[in-house]
């Protein structure tokens, strides 16, 4: 199973990916997990993503597909993938079927978590009280939402072209929503 998941701030995705991900005995991989990383453990890539993050602005490009590409040549990916936070951008969508076509596979799906916004703000300032990311305040969120809309959100069209998408409602408890994923992903 070669899989994306996809959807706003505060969607769900690294909650619901790391059990889809489980469920299918899949790596799970978050750039926006390994770019954290990286900022705590102060490496020379966290020195040049932190800034960027906590306005929260794009990584660029070039520096995100590379780490992907690297990522996805590991061969814990032999039996699939799921990423998570990546393809961000039209050129980074393009690179990773440039990524994928090099190692001779194309992905099963990309699941779309659909929640509303009033509920992604709740959630997202709940969290803030719980996990203290540095990028959960009202301002760096509000700038991630614009960056979604403007940036992230056409690629659902291109993968609905595709016969890809896979939307699930994101609303209610964690279990629920996973059990959706898990009956969609079977269809
Ligand atoms: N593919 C990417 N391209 C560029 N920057 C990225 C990418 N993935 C992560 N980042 C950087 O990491 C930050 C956090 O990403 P992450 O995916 O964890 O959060 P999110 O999708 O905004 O929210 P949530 O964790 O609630 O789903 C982004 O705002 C961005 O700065
Ligand atoms: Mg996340």
Same mark, same amino acid.
């Given at each position: 199973?070669?899989m #994306?998941? $996809?959807?706003p701030?505060?969607?769900?995705?690294?909650?619901?990916?790391?059990?889809v991900?489980?469920?299918?005995?899949?790596p /799970?991989?978050?750039t926006?997990?390994i770019?954290?990383?990286?900022?705590?453990?102060?490496?020379e890539?966290?020195?040049?993503?932190?800034?960027? $993050? /906590?306005?929260g602005?794009?990584?660029?490009?070039?520096?995100?597909?590379?780490l992907v590409?690297?990522r996805?040549?590991?061969?814990?990916?032999a039996?699939? %993938?799921?990423?998570?936070? %990546?393809?961000?951008t039209?050129?980074?969508?393009?690179?990773?079927?440039g990524?994928?076509?090099?190692?001779?596979?194309?992905?099963?799906?990309? #699941?779309?978590?659909v929640?509303?916004?009033?509920?992604?703000?709740q959630?997202?300032?709940?969290?803030a009280?719980? /996990?203290?990311?540095?990028?959960?305040?009202e301002e760096t969120?509000r700038?991630?939402f614009?960056?979604?809309?403007? /940036?992230?959100?056409?690629?659902?069209? #291109?993968?609905?072209?595709?016969?890809? #998408?896979?939307?699930?409602?994101?609303?209610?408890a964690?279990?629920?929503?996973?059990?959706?994923?898990v009956?969609?992903l079977k269809?």
């Open positions: 199973m070669r #994306l998941i $996809m959807g701030p505060g969607a769900g995705k690294g909650t619901q990916g790391k059990k991900a489980e469920e299918f005995g899949i /799970e991989i978050s926006g997990a770019f954290r990383s990286n900022v705590a453990e102060k490496t890539l966290g020195k040049v993503v932190s800034a960027i $993050m /906590e306005k602005e794009l990584v660029p490009d070039s520096v995100t597909v590379d590409a690297d996805l040549a590991k061969p814990d990916t039996p699939g %993938f799921l990423l998570d936070g %990546f393809p961000r039209v050129p980074q969508a393009e690179a990773l079927d990524i994928l076509a090099k190692l001779g596979i194309a992905l099963d799906a990309v #699941l779309s978590l929640v509303d916004g009033e509920t992604l703000v959630r997202m300032m709940k969290r009280e719980i /996990e203290g990311r540095a990028d959960d305040n969120i700038r991630r614009e960056v979604y809309t403007a /940036e992230t959100e056409p690629l659902l069209a #291109l993968y609905r072209d595709r016969g890809l #998408l896979v939307e699930v409602d994101g609303l209610g964690v279990d629920e929503v996973h059990a959706r994923i009956a969609a269809k």
